[in-house]
């Protein structure tokens, strides 16, 4: 069975740190991993998606890793905003790339 | 840029009655998806749509059922309604798929039944 796991389930950082989120996953065959934001009573919004040929992938101050060998991917948040404030979905996309297979999240709050 | 609408927002049923999802989407979409997000569980896909008269079962589609009559709208129907369907519902759709399928969502419904 696909699974997808993130840890920590929740955190709580200061604003102007960084923090790293992590996602491990059983998908296959793997196509690719995305990362979502979800902002409180809204939709999910994406930020990154990774192939298997790609190891690391920018958007502004979010930077997401993929190793496909051990199955790990992180996403590291530089110089955090309040703005950040968020739940952080990791997504594993298996076959042909149309059924995805979403983590629990990581629930993100940025403190004053 | 409205992107994917959902409505209603919120909706109260109770046991047995009956109600639509409305999901539009105008970025001229091939791929939509109807979801539901639960506490402590990633969202599940209730069924898909690779185009317009076209619908698929996803991995939760038990008392659900869709239909994509036009190309910008994807309906989600519940015939009668459990306390078990209580969750909030996610509309997607996507342009193109595979492994630069980008999936937009709707703002979600929440859905509590009694």
């Known amino acids: 069975k696909n699974q997808v796991e993130q840890s920590p389930q929740s955190l709580i950082i200061l604003e102007g740190k960084n923090c790293t989120l992590q996602?491990?996953?059983?998908?296959?065959?793997?196509?690719?991993l995305r990362w979502y934001k979800q902002d409180t009573g809204r939709g999910p919004v994406s930020l990154t998606i990774m192939t298997f040929s790609e190891n690391t992938k920018s958007n502004g101050r979010y930077t997401a890793t993929l190793d496909a060998d051990t199955k790990q991917s992180s996403l590291h948040i530089t110089a955090s905003q309040l703005s950040d404030s968020a739940s952080y979905i990791c997504?594993?996309?298996?076959?042909?790339?149309?059924?995805?297979?979403f983590g629990t999240g990581t629930q993100l709050k940025v403190e004053l | 840029n409205a992107g994917v609408t959902q409505t209603p927002k919120f909706r109260v049923l109770k046991t047995g009655q009956s109600m639509t999802l409305l999901c539009a989407q105008d970025?001229?979409?091939?791929?939509m998806y109807w979801y539901r997000q639960d506490p402590g569980m990633g969202l599940r896909l209730i069924h898909y749509?690779?185009?317009?008269?076209?619908?698929a079962k996803g991995e939760v589609p038990d008392g659900y059922n869709v239909s994509r009559l036009k190309k910008q709208n994807f309906l989600l129907g519940l015939e009668s309604a459990a306390p078990s369907q209580t969750s909030v519902y996610f509309c997607?759709?996507?342009?193109?798929?595979?492994?630069?399928?980008?999936?937009?969502f709707g703002a979600g419904t929440r859905l509590s039944v009694l």
């Open positions: 749509s690779v185009g317009e008269g076209t619908t």
């Open positions: 997607a759709s996507s342009y193109l798929t595979g492994a630069k399928n980008i999936q937009y």
């Open positions: 996602c491990n996953y059983t998908v296959s065959p793997f196509s690719n």
């Open positions: 970025m001229n979409h091939e791929y």
């Open positions: 997504v594993v996309s298996a076959g042909g790339g149309n059924k995805l297979t």
